[in-house]
């Protein structure tokens, strides 16, 4: 029984070796069944090569749930904190999100060691494919980032466009005006002198005797 992070509790469960279930024998309160104990071939307590494949093992197990897009925190914090290396592979061959007939094959192994050589065929593959995976997201966040940039840019010019012909409206609108202005006034002060140039210059005949 471990104590979680999130302060829940989670309780595993491991049998002394593998068994094969058979007929039930009752179903209630509980459900019973004889069960048939399989051979299993352990390694030395002190085989270095199989200790540093459980690690790998469990190294592969935290990279892949951690890359993944759904949180796996209880299933990490369960692999870290899985001392047994024998427990710890069947922990994640049972647990890992893979098919049910994969799960079936790596745990009706019985040779233990050929049983986590297997599991670590499986976890590089996942962890290379959920890389790739990844890379692909981050690409396509790139490029969403990219032309969402871009569009940014082309507003930001279209709204200068926008203000520039709107001062410019404003300003032709304003020098008419003045204009209209400028000629009423000159014409006004002009016409008086025209007047009195045009009298003045005109001369009458003398009616005949």
Known sequence: MMDLPTGANTVILQTFGRVRLGSPTRS?????AHVEQLDETLPAPNDAEHIAL???????????LRASDS????????VKNISHPIFS?????????CSMDEKFQLLSEGVQKKRAFSLLAVLNREC??????QNIQNQT?????RQQKE??????????????????KVRASTAKSAGASVSGSDSAAVSPSV???VTASVVLPSPPD
């Open 141 to 145: 966040r790139e490029e969403l980032d």
């Open 71 to 78: 949180p796996h925190d209880e299933t990490v914090f369960a």
């Open 89 to 97: 592979v069947n922990f994640i061959c049972t647990n890992f999100p």
């Open 151 to 168: 569009y940014d840019a082309q507003q930001r010019e279209i709204a200068k466009l926008e203000d520039f012909v709107a001062r410019n």
């Open 195 to 197: 007047c009195e140039a």
């Open 128 to 133: 290379q494919f959920a890389l790739l995976k």
């Open 54 to 64: 459980v690690e790998s093992c469990k190294e592969k197990t935290i990279e892949y």
């Open 28 to 32: 209630r309160p509980y459900l019973r």
